[in-house]
């Protein structure tokens, strides 16, 4: 599970097109569905920052964790200039601790794609189990099988002011692996470019994989739906959204 490296610098200058406010409108509204209109919420993988932020400014009390200092030292940034009281921790999510117990841990931008073991994705969902309070809620997104099929082998590029990258993509049907290789090229304070090479894995999982892996965990499936509505994940589904209930502890790290 890589890290986002020099990628950091610009990660919000090439994730410029994602509709942050519209997408943490509909987590929003997943959460006060299901009874958490406040309190403490872990975001997983939370990047630089961008989600944590206006769910901070929703009135939650937010944690954001994610294994990129160099993520997390701009959220850092974001953080001061909002003034808004977030806790930000530099851990791996597959090995992350807390203090206590949260109302609710939400994780988007397929951030969990990135483990590519169910194993350890097992781990993950054991974890959060672990630190959700009791009926707590686990709402995350997870780019689909689908999606990665239809993108195949391809190469992306693009250019913007202070930077632009080229992003080869590759499929591999068998493992469902989707690796990409990122080549950027960074403005620095001279006007002069740095290329920098970074790769990423993210891995696709069925429905009932996670539903598998979440029950095992020791939480209930609630359900799976495409983002941004709740219709039925199909083949043609991109993304997809999920819903868990925490409805126990005891035993949780046992093959039940």
């Known amino acids: 599970?890589?890290?986002?490296?020099?990628?950091?610098?610009?990660?919000?200058?090439?994730?410029?097109?994602?509709?942050?406010?519209?997408?943490?409108?509909?987590?929003?509204?997943?959460?006060?569905?299901?009874?958490?209109?406040?309190?403490?919420?872990?975001?997983l993988g939370c990047g630089t920052g961008s989600m944590t932020e206006l769910l901070a400014e929703a009135g939650y009390d937010m944690i954001g964790i994610?294994?990129?200092?160099?993520?997390?030292?701009?959220?850092?940034?974001?953080?001061?200039?909002?003034?808004?009281?977030?806790?930000?921790?530099?851990?791996?999510?597959?090995?992350?601790?807390?203090?206590?117990?949260?109302?609710?841990?939400?994780?988007?931008?397929?951030?969990?794609?990135?483990?590519?073991?169910?194993?350890?994705?097992?781990?993950?969902f054991r974890l959060v189990n672990n630190y959700l309070d009791i009926g707590g809620i686990f709402i995350f997104d997870m780019n689909t099988i689908g999606k990665y099929k239809r993108?195949?082998?391809?190469?992306?590029?693009?250019n913007r002011e202070n930077g632009s990258f080229i992003w080869e993509n590759w499929f591999d049907s068998k493992d469902?692996?989707?690796e990409y290789d990122i080549t950027l090229y960074i403005e620095d304070e001279h006007g002069k470019y740095d290329r920098y090479e970074e790769t990423h894995l993210q891995k696709g999982y069925t429905v009932s994989e996670i539903k598998e892996l979440i029950e095992k965990a020791g939480m209930e499936?609630?359900?799976?739906?495409?983002?941004f509505s709740d219709k039925d994940v199909t083949e043609e589904t991109d993304r997809m959204y999920i819903m868990a209930k925490e409805i126990k502890k005891a035993g949780i790290y046992k093959d039940e």
């Open 151 to 158: 993108m195949g082998d391809a190469t992306i590029a693009e």
């Open 1 to 43: 599970m890589d890290s986002y490296n020099e990628f950091a610098s610009v990660y919000d200058m090439f994730m410029d097109n994602v509709p942050y406010k519209d997408w943490s409108r509909y987590l929003i509204g997943k959460l006060k569905e299901a009874g958490i209109e406040d309190g403490i919420v872990l975001e």
């Open 66 to 124: 994610d294994n990129s200092d160099e993520m997390l030292g701009i959220a850092i940034e974001k953080r001061d200039e909002s003034g808004h009281d977030i806790l930000y921790l530099n851990q791996d999510m597959r090995e992350f601790e807390l203090y206590g117990t949260v109302r609710a841990v939400v994780s988007v931008c397929d951030s969990l794609n990135y483990i590519t073991d169910k194993e350890e994705l097992l781990q993950v």
């Open 176 to 178: 469902n692996i989707n």
């Open 221 to 227: 499936f609630v359900k799976a739906v495409e983002a």
